[in-house]
T-cell receptor, first 109, second 115 residues
Framework: AQKVTQAQTEISVVEKEDVTLDCVYETRDTTYYLFWYKQPPSGELVFLIRRNSFDEQNEISGRYSWNFQKSTSSFNFTITASQVVDSAVYFCASDKLIFGTGTRLQVFP | EAQVTQNPRYLITVTGKKLTVTCSQNMNHEYMSWYRQDPGLGLRQIYYSMNVEVTDKGDVPEGYKVSRKEKRNFPLILESPSPNQTSLYFC??????????????FGEGSRLTVL
């Protein structure tokens, strides 16, 4: 069975700091997808990114970047120069729709 | 606008009083699912549906029922709510796409309190 672990329950940083959110997954599938979702204080869940197991290239989108490493079964998410608006709960998830327990990020001005 | 709509958004009820949380999507998605979100536990799947008239249990189905009579609707039914069902509930949908590749589209959430 698949499993997704987000060991960091809560992270606090000051604005402009870089922060990395960890995600470790377990799967027996040879082909799979991984996802990150964001839940801002308003409560909605927003899709951020999808990666497939064939593509280990890092993905960058503005201040966001994702590091996918099959060797360590990790799919980590880095926010560069964090901003207050990045404050949210971030969920990592598998394509079997197994979610991690989430990491609450608080960015202070 | 593509969206998943849940109702009600907020509800306070009492133990044993049947309630239904509706969910509707306008994206013609085959797959729909219900989750509950509780502090420290993340999102846990209650039930899901791969298509009309096809439903299956998720990780925490006890105390819930669902139905999928139409493609766009996937109501969550609590026949006899109990306080441990106090939670934030999300409905989600996705297109089947290529082997689970599609991302989930979520409703805005329904906060349920059972007294």
């Amino acid at each position: 069975a698949q499993k997704v672990t987000q060991a960091q329950t809560e992270i606090s940083v000051v604005e402009k700091e870089d922060v990395t959110l960890d995600c470790v997954y377990e799967t027996r599938d040879t082909t799979y997808y991984l996802f990150w979702y964001k839940q801002p204080p308003s409560g909605e869940l927003v899709f951020l990114i999808r990666r497939n197991s064939f593509d280990e290239q890092n993905e960058i989108s503005g201040r966001y970047s994702w590091n996918f490493q099959k060797s360590t079964s990790s799919f980590n998410f880095t926010i560069t120069a964090s901003q207050v608006v990045d404050s949210a709960v971030y969920f990592c998830a598998s394509d079997k729709l197994i979610f991690g327990t989430g990491t609450r990020l608080q960015v202070f001005p | 606008e593509a969206q998943v709509t849940q109702n009600p958004r907020y509800l306070i009820t009492v133990t044993g009083k049947k309630l239904t949380v509706t969910c509707s999507q306008n994206m013609n998605h085959e797959y729909m699912s219900w989750y509950r979100q509780d502090p420290g536990l993340g999102l846990r799947q209650i039930y899901y549906s791969m298509n009309v008239e096809v439903t299956d249990k998720g990780d925490v189905p006890e105390g819930y029922k669902v139905s999928r009579k139409e493609k766009r609707n996937f109501p969550l039914i609590l026949e006899s709510p109990s306080p441990n069902q106090t939670s934030l509930y999300f409905c989600a949908s996705r297109g089947q796409g290529a082997s689970h590749a599609g991302e989930l589209f979520f409703g805005e959430g329904s906060r349920l309190t059972v007294l």
